[in-house]
């Protein structure tokens, strides 16, 4: 525990101080970080070529893993601190009022923290004055046994103990999650690395519980936005270090703040799954039993564990291998991408991609992540593409090849348009053809899109900031339709592709200003929209977007299937990109 002299003497400010040196540090780390992933590293891959670039770029990406990981662990150092600090600066207030009020009472307080009073109206059996030290332990009280003056004392004296607890306790607690975050200094960070620092995050947290208020939780864009501009530096940072899966849920906070909460639960929740994966049980036995004329059949209870074991297997496959198409996504920036979507995926005339923001992430159930090519709050074009049915996060690999190929086309228009395409698969998609036949999913998801387009509007600055253009493909047509029912979409133009219906009958009945509707059905995609009439669309008579009834705006497009519809080259990408950056005249129209 702390000595009187020690909480009395203490200056919290001190440790505030030490948190911006690690402040700092972490600052460093990602400036260091975003410049091999974004400059260095591309420029690398784009001018050399052979095994020996091969090898640099491998050691670059390690390296840039590293300083995130530095910048990471140097964050919760810099929240411990500053956690530290503010606690220590409460203990100490209390120590400086106990001490004010007792001599406010006319008494003294020792360099030991002892309280000293004078009794002043003395009586035969009381002495004229006394000490009292903290913690000291007082007899039970007795009428006329104790003066007014010792009461007091006594309590001046609990009250300077409490004081010395608390810093005691704080100053006990903190040491240990110091501790804690010693970590070896290696280029290569592992998948233990990454899970020990959710680990020390947790330590932090504990810690640290009375330092931060809660991240608010089910307000407005709006209100986040403010709630977030009324933070410090400091304290944004020390959010994001502290809870970073809050942070990155935030809708209307700045994507750079979004991103980086978002990375750091990426990393920490890939090398969960990864060790979970690697230390996984061996296949548990399932006895048979016999039943008669079925013969053998397998023992329930069994079966049901063998299932459950299975089940929980493949969903760490496939979330690991989502992941690592993220990561790839996160590695292609700067080159023309990993592409092998449609006939002309070979164009060597393909920009670089820009940056990939992470700006929402669960590997939870079917997963969910949402991802920008180019930052979305400073594009002057923005389009939320959002897929269909049988999404998952460990099949993301096509979404975000069409969010990528949309990208590139989009930013090939004349005058090199601003431009963000985002992978939102920020809902449940539903799994078969039952499941899609519903508006089950869309309209449980359609709430989450138009929080997040209104996200996007906060942070650019408001409806004109950002020509935005909303892209439902197959369900996701339905989830657009619901949004656009349900709330305010906050599109300048809406396009459909391979649309099964979206619960609407007319194109003028969406939110997107009249003739801004647009609609894409291949040659061979006319199952989707002709079954989908009966269940999204109202029934027999009701009108699909395909159909010209419906009002929309019916593009040409390939002649291939219903996933063919970002196809690089392709006649249907071109016109969506004439869209996308508000050329909608240049659009080839069906007859």
């Known amino acids: 525990m702390l000595t009187y002299k020690q909480l009395k003497d203490l200056k919290p400010e001190q440790f505030e101080q030490a948190a911006d040196g690690w402040h700092k540090a972490s600052s460093c780390a990602e400036e260091a970080k975003d410049r091999l992933n974004d400059a260095v590293n591309p420029k690398l891959r784009a001018g050399l070529k052979g095994q020996g670039a091969t090898a640099a770029s491998t050691r670059l990406k390690q390296l ?28 100490k207030r209390k120590l400086t009022e106990a001490v004010a009020d007792a001599e406010a009472a006319g008494m003294s307080v020792g360099g030991d923290g002892s309280v000293h009073y004078t009794i002043k109206d003395q009586g035969p059996l009381l002495p004229g004055g006394g000490r009292v030290m903290p913690g000291e332990t007082t007899v039970p009280f007795t009428p006329g046994l104790l003066s007014p003056e010792q009461s007091k004392a006594y309590g001046f004296a609990e009250r300077i103990e409490d004081a010395l607890r608390e810093a005691g306790r704080v100053d006990h607690e903190y040491a240990q999650t110091l501790r804690r975050l010693i970590t070896t200094a290696t280029l290569k960070v592992t998948a233990g690395d990454w899970a020990d620092s959710r680990k020390d995050r947790s330590a932090v947290g504990k810690a640290a519980d009375d330092y931060l208020d809660p991240v608010p939780k089910d307000r407005t864009p709006q209100q986040n936005a403010a709630w977030w501009k009324s933070l410090s530096d400091q304290e944004r940072a020390d959010y994001t270090s502290l809870y970073p899966a809050s942070v990155g849920k935030l809708d209307g906070i700045p994507t750079e703040a979004r991103d980086e909460a978002n990375r750091a639960v990426f990393n920490e929740k890939r090398a969960q799954y990864q060790m979970e994966l690697d230390n996984y049980p061996p296949e548990p036995k399932v006895r048979y039993i016999t039943a008669g ?3 053998s059949i397998p023992d329930s209870d069994d079966k049901a564990k063998w299932q459950k074991w299975h089940d929980r297997q493949e969903h760490l496959k496939s979330v690991l291998n989502g992941m690592k198409r993220i990561q790839t996504r996160f590695d292609d920036t700067g080159t023309a ?17 820009p940056p990939a923001y992470l700006l929402g992430f669960d ?14 709050d400073t594009a002057d074009h923005t389009a939320v593409m959002v897929p269909g049915m ?9 979404s975000q090849i069409a969010s990528d190929n949309l990208w590139q086309a989009t930013s090939a228009q004349p005058g090199n348009p601003k431009v963000s395409t985002i992978n939102w698969f920020g809902y449940d998609s539903p799994s078969g053809m039952i499941n899609a036949s519903r508006d089950d999913a869309a309209e449980r998801g359609a709430p989450d899109l138009n929080r997040f387009l209104d996200g996007l509007e906060t942070t650019q600055g408001g409806p004109g900031a950002s020509h935005t253009t909303v892209i439902g493909h197959s369900y996701g047509s339905n989830v657009v339709g619901f949004a656009s029912k349900t709330g305010d979409l ?3 133009d809406i396009i459909f592709a391979g649309s099964p219906g979206v619960g609407l009958g007319h194109a003028d009945e969406l939110d997107a200003p009249k003739g801004h509707v647009w609609n894409e059905k291949a040659g061979n995609d006319n199952l989707v929209p002709e079954l989908g009439r009966f269940t999204h669309g109202g029934g027999s008579d009701a009108a699909v977007p395909s159909d010209k009834d419906f009002g929309a705006n019916r593009m040409t497009t390939h002649d291939g299937d219903h996933g063919g519809y970002w196809w690089e080259g392709s006649e249907g990408l071109r016109n969506q990109a004439y869209v996308v950056t508000g050329r909608g005249g240049r659009v080839d129209l069906e007859d």
């Open 490 to 492: 906050g599109a300048d």
């Open 64 to 91: 840039a893993e590293s300083f995130h990981y530095a910048q990471v662990q140097c964050g919760l150092v810099r929240t411990a601190l500053n956690g530290l600090a503010g606690e220590l600066r409460a203990a």
């Open 390 to 398: 049988n999404t998952t996060l460990g099949g993301i690999n096509k």
């Open 293 to 295: 004329k079925a013969g």
């Open 337 to 353: 991408g990993f592409d092998n979507y449609g006939p002309n995926k070979d164009n060597p005339g393909q920009k670089g991609l």
């Open 363 to 376: 590997p939870d159930n079917n997963g969910r992540a949402i991802i920008a090519n180019g930052n979305p």
